[in-house]
Nanobody, 123 residues
């Protein structure tokens, strides 16, 4: 199967920066879109940013101009550079990937999620 492992979360003061990473592993044949979502306490999970296999990004309105998503296809890894962080960015951030993989001789495509990494922005 496929696993997504996130890293880079933590605590930072307002105005600070963090960089999240998410590495996919397993019997991967290719990865289509990859993205980051977040869920704050009491709120629904929302899209933060996504990027196609060709490198075209898409951002949620609340992070445009502050966050940058990119990916390294050779490493099956997606990154999220977060600058000018605000308290309202506090949430658990989840990586998502649409993965083509090999399973018992079959080629399958499924969405996978990471376990989440917590980001806290507070003074």
């Amino acid at each position: 199967q496929v696993q997504l492992v996130e890293s880079g979360g933590g605590s930072v003061q307002p105005g600070g920066s963090l960089r999240l990473s998410c590495a996919a592993s397993g019997r991967i044949l290719g990865i289509n879109a990859m993205g980051w979502y977040r869920q704050a306490p009491g709120k629904q999970r929302e899209l933060v940013a996504a990027i196609t296999s060709g490198g075209n990004p898409n951002y949620g309105d609340s992070v445009k101009g502050r966050f940058t998503i990119d990916r390294d296809n050779a490493k099956n890894t997606v990154y999220l550079q977060m600058n000018s962080l605000k308290p309202e960015d506090t949430a658990v951030y989840y990586c998502n990937a649409n993965v083509k993989y090999l399973d018992r001789g079959r080629v399958l495509i499924s969405d996978y999620w990471g376990q989440g990494t917590r980001v806290t922005v507070s003074s």
